[in-house]
Every structure is written in structure tokens, then in C-alpha cells.
């Protein structure tokens, strides 16, 4: 039977936020009207609960890295309404949410929402880079459709200079097309394992991930939705540098890039170095 954790440790109690701890509260909440009844609530929350606990007792670290990188990226949304502007708010809720499903046992759900992150980055990058403002906008009002894959193209044509860069250097690129004897660049190939998350197809389930029902706490699976939060993150703050070449980056972030056990992409390290440069004088 589930036991109760000691109240000595942090995590044994759960927090709700006052009326003084939002932007904009104009009146009290009323008071409970439905009250959910204790065996429905144990049933959804003790296993997420338990893998949550079981997450933090050994990828503690690796939690609070991913958390101040997801910070790291709000904080750079900055005030511009921009075409960046809108999909990086979008964006940080889905790295939140990466976050999130991964610490409670839900690994396919975390890689899902990393692939909404990259995507909605890079189209906004592409408006933002091409000069397609309209045609942003009558995508963010639903007239107008747009996808990765055209994002993608319009990138390789008009980031000549650090296409050439990297293909110079580590003999590789971010956006080029997929061929019959080529992957492609590395943000589809990327963009192409989290779809196969994403649409849950076979060997990419959460029950693959886990041998198992659940949600549980699986440690190979958990570090390998964590390494793809971080490389997912490493692409979309190069995007935010290709969209935004006077912006200036948090530690947190300047620090990512250079853990390559956490950042493995050569192109999407290459990709940095050319675009923030001051990084290696800080």
C-alpha cells in the first residue's frame, strides 16, 4: 500500500497559490463547489506522484538544469512583439511541459511537447529571418498554413553564411533537405525523431519506453527524454540567435553548449559559436 512521505522531506505537501501571488486577481476565489472525492484524486495522482519523487531522488540535477534552461528561454522572450515573440511563449510552456511529463513517467508526452517547442521556433525564426511577417500572421489567425518542412527551406536559402560555416567546419548542416543518400540538416532529423514520439508510432510508445503500464519511474527512459530536452533546447536557442543576432544570452544557456554531454550535436554547437561568438569571452 502507498505510505505517506515524512513531513521533514519538501516534497510531502503540496502548495496552492494565493490571491497575492497573481499578476491579476481582481476578486477572492469562491469558495470549493465540487470537491473531487479522495479515491478518484489517489488514483490520478499517486503514481505520477511517486515517479515525480523517484525522478528527483536521482536526476535532481539534470531537473534543475532543464528547469533553469526553460527560465533561461522566458526571460529572453523579451518585450519586441516580433515574430519570435508569440511562439516562444508558446514554446516555453511546451518546454515546461517537456519538463514536466518527464519527471511524472510520461516520456512519449515529453517528447511530443519538444516537438511543438522546435517546430513553433523555427516557423517563427523563418518570418522573422525571410521578412514573412503576413504571412505569420495569417498563420497565427488560422488562414494561412505553414509547416516545419517549409520553415526549414526558406532557412537554407537565407542563412548562407552560417550554412557554409558549418558545412566548412564540422561538414554538416541545420536545415538542407533529406536526399535518398543524405539524413538532411540536423533540425529535421531531430524534428523527425520527436514525430515518431509524437504520433506514438510502434517502438516509440510510452509502454515501449517502459516494458510496462503505468506511469513508473524508468531511469533509461527518463535520461533519454532529458538528452533530448537539452539537444531540443541547444537547436532552439541557435534558432533564437539566427532570428535575433544582438541577443544576448543567459548563463544557463551560454553553459549548455558547453556540456557536451548534454549538447552531443557538433553542427548544433558549430552553429552557436559562430552566431554568439562572445560566449568564449565570458
Not at 192 to 214: A, I, K, T, V, W
Not at 254 to 274: M, N, P, Q, W, Y
Request: aromatic share 10%.
Amino acid at each position: 500500500m502507498p505510505k505517506l512521505m515524512p513531513l521533514s522531506d519538501f516534497r510531502a505537501r503540496r502548495s496552492v497559490l494565493t490571491r497575492q501571488d497573481f499578476g491579476y486577481a481582481p476578486k477572492p476565489a469562491p469558495p470549493p463547489s465540487d470537491l473531487i472525492d479522495r479515491a478518484t484524486w489517489d488514483s490520478i495522482v499517486t503514481l505520477p506522484d511517486d515517479v515525480a519523487v523517484r525522478t528527483t531522488n536521482y536526476h535532481g540535477t539534470t531537473v534543475t538544469k532543464l528547469h533553469d534552461l526553460r527560465g533561461a528561454w522566458i526571460e529572453c522572450v523579451g518585450e519586441k512583439q516580433d515574430c519570435l515573440f508569440p511562439v516562444m511563449l508558446d514554446a516555453g510552456d511546451d518546454l515546461q511541459a517537456a519538463t514536466y511529463n518527464a519527471l511524472t513517467g510520461f516520456y512519449r508526452l515529453s517528447a511530443a511537447a519538444l516537438r511543438s517547442a522546435l517546430e513553433l521556433t523555427t516557423i517563427g525564426t523563418w518570418a522573422q529571418v525571410c521578412g514573412k511577417k503576413a504571412e505569420f500572421n495569417d498563420w497565427r489567425s488560422r488562414k494561412f498554413p505553414l509547416s516545419f518542412g517549409q520553415a526549414c527551406d526558406g532557412l537554407c536559402g537565407s542563412t548562407s553564411a552560417l550554412q557554409g560555416h558549418l558545412r566548412a567546419v564540422v561538414s554538416d548542416s541545420l536545415f538542407d533537405q533529406k536526399t535518398p543518400n543524405d539524413e538532411g540538416g540536423f533540425a529535421r532529423i531531430i524534428f523527425g525523431g520527436l514525430s515518431e514520439f509524437s504520433h506514438s508510432r510502434p517502438g516509440y510508445s510510452d509502454s515501449d519506453l517502459r516494458e510496462s503500464n503505468g506511469p513508473i519511474y524508468v531511469k533509461g527512459a527518463f535520461k533519454h527524454v532529458a538528452w533530448m530536452q537539452f539537444e531540443t533546447l541547444g537547436l532552439c536557442f541557435a534558432l533564437l540567435l539566427i532570428a535575433r543576432p544582438k541577443q544576448q544570452l543567459p548563463k544557463p544557456a551560454i553553459e549548455l553548449f558547453r556540456d557536451v554531454k548534454r549538447v552531443k550535436s557538433r553542427v548544433t554547437r558549430a552553429a552557436f559559436e559562430f552566431l554568439y561568438p562572445a560566449a568564449g569571452q565570458k
